[in-house]
């Protein structure tokens, strides 16, 4: 994905979703993260790590769950659970999009949708990486300060 079609969905997705509650996470088996969003039954972010296209869209209605969820299924549970949406951004010129949640002590989820590096990281106030999905070599893990992958 380009990063102008990257710039263009992440104002899109803050449209559709700034304000909303974060109702629950799943971790779905090899790729996918799905954050339930808003009223009701709400809408989906899924974030896929899908090696040669990740990606990352809204869809409403259903979706597998699975019977035992991964760590960081449960970590982003106990982060995120209840969180509003301030605001969804494009990293100008990168290939990332930060989820920013309000309050005083905010975090934010960073998807870099890096082909065959893609991965999310959920980073709070102090930018110390609390959860990540999928680690990669190079990329910081839980406790490191977060910093953006080389251009």
Known sequence: MDTLVLQRLATELDLQLRGAPI??????P????VLVCGPGKGLRLWFSTAPDQPHLYVRPGPHPTPKQPPGFAMAARRLLNGRRIQA?????????????TTGDNA????????????????????????AT?????G?????????????
């Open 23 to 28: 109702k629950q996470v799943y971790a779905l």
């Open 30 to 33: 090899k790729n996918d993260v």
């Open 88 to 100: 969804i951004d494009a990293v100008p010129g990168e290939r990332i999009v930060e989820l920013r």
């Open 107 to 130: 975090l934010r989820i960073v998807f870099e949708l890096i082909p065959h590096r893609s991965t999310a990281l959920i980073v709070d106030h102090t930018e110390r990486v609390c």
């Open 133 to 137: 999905w999928q680690t990669r070599r």
């Open 139 to 151: 990329r910081p893990v839980v406790g490191e300060l977060y910093a953006a992958p080389a251009a």
